[in-house]
């Protein structure tokens, strides 16, 4: 094994300790596990020449994320933003702790945690490969779970919000996502101006 895949080991680790769980194929498997393995299958798709420190980061985009749950913050806006930044910080931190164990030197490990923290998002073309996938993985994988909790309204705006972050690149990949009838109806009139 080398550097890269001993290291994306090592974080697959770490969150596969996830307590959540969500069925795949009928089987049990955690949650930031799954989640953190379609991020890197999406990435190859989407960016099949990317970098390594864009690899390590889209891999622990979420790693160990169920250690700051969202319940421990006020239930507002404010406290939405400051529980994202936090563990933004808290992802960097834990993926780089990880990395210096597998030997990376501290630009590489600087690097990864810029990309978790979306700096220059719209400037940097790797942090915006980053929130592509994100978006992507979301839509695929998430929306429609998503949906059965909110009305259509809230839906739109989440999906109109999710539309603005990704570049026309993640939008041509976007539209040949194999979403539901449900949820591809929901998009399409999301869309509509």
Aim: some cysteine.
């Amino acid at each position: 094994m080398n550097q890269l895949e001993q290291t994306l080991a090592a974080f697959d680790a770490a969150n596969a300790q996830d307590p959540n769980t969500e069925i795949v194929n009928g089987q049990p498997i955690a949650k930031e596990l799954i989640y953190s393995q379609r991020m890197t299958e999406h990435l190859h798709q989407f960016l099949p020449s990317s970098s390594v420190e864009l690899q390590l980061a889209a891999r622990s985009q979420h790693i160990c994320r169920w250690k700051i749950p969202r319940s421990e913050y006020p239930m507002d806006r404010q406290g939405y933003k400051k529980w994202r930044l936090d563990l933004a910080v808290f992802h960097g931190e834990t993926a780089g702790k990880i990395m210096q164990a597998n030997g990376y030197d501290e630009s590489t490990i600087q690097r990864v945690k810029d990309l978790l923290l979306k700096r220059s998002l719209k400037r940097d073309a790797e942090v915006q490969a980053l929130e592509d996938v994100i978006c992507l993985v979301f839509l695929e994988f998430y929306l429609e779970d998503f949906a059965s909790k909110h009305d259509e309204a809230k839906l739109i705006d989440i999906i109109q919000k999710t539309w603005n972050k990704m570049s026309a690149a993640g939008h041509t990949a976007a539209l040949k996502l194999p979403l539901s009838n449900t949820m591809l109806a929901l998009v399409t009139k999301a869309l509509q101006p």
